[in-house]
């Protein structure tokens, strides 16, 4: 089982346990429905297919229509991802989906403002994230360079709001043209 499959589940045990009572009880397990995710304030996409994989997860028939990419910069409003199937398994799928959406999407957007404020800096941000044999990179088909590098699941998510008060004073001890690498 692939990190991100056990991921999942936990984060669905977590938030659903042994069911949703008003969704089991409520909703027949036929009914079909569809519902699209989208963009509350701006940001860089990330976890797309973390998103999906939860709908799949309680139902391998969902069917997605992906409006948005995965690195894509968004706006409030945009339409990311419409999701088709069991009105059950979307229930209670959004919340968990959602949560994967905002975390991902959150260290994407945070990552891309500290790229763009080294950008004409003679300084490389790098990572130092190593991804262990068997895990897949929560981004890995996303295609910007700074999304590539930093999603990839280690475990734990490495913290970068310390980057907040380290890149100001390594900016300062970087002169133009030295071409260090942070």
Not at 87 to 116: P, W
């Amino acid at each position: 089982m692939h990190s991100i499959t056990r991921l999942i589940a936990l984060a669905l045990e977590e938030d659903i346990g042994p069911g949703d009572v008003t969704t089991d009880n409520l909703i027949d397990p036929e009914l079909e429905g569809e519902g699209v995710i989208t963009a509350k304030e701006p940001a860089v996409l990330a976890g797309l297919h973390v998103a999906q994989q939860v709908f799949e997860s309680l139902d391998p028939k969902a069917r997605f229509v992906l409006r948005r990419q995965d690195g894509d910069r968004l706006h409030s409003g945009d339409p990311v991802l419409e999701v088709s199937g069991k009105m059950r398994a979307l229930l209670k799928g959004e919340r968990t989906a959602l949560n994967f959406l905002q975390h991902l999407s959150g260290i994407a957007t945070c990552v891309k403002s500290y790229v763009d404020l080294l950008q004409d800096r003679p300084v490389r941000l790098r990572h130092g994230l190593h991804q262990r044999q068997g895990q897949q990179p929560l981004s890995w088909e996303s295609k910007d360079w700074w999304i590539k590098s930093f999603m990839a699941i280690t475990g734990s998510i490495w913290g970068l709001s310390s980057l907040k008060n380290i890149i100001p004073s390594l900016l300062s001890s970087f002169k133009k043209g030295k071409g260090k690498n942070v």
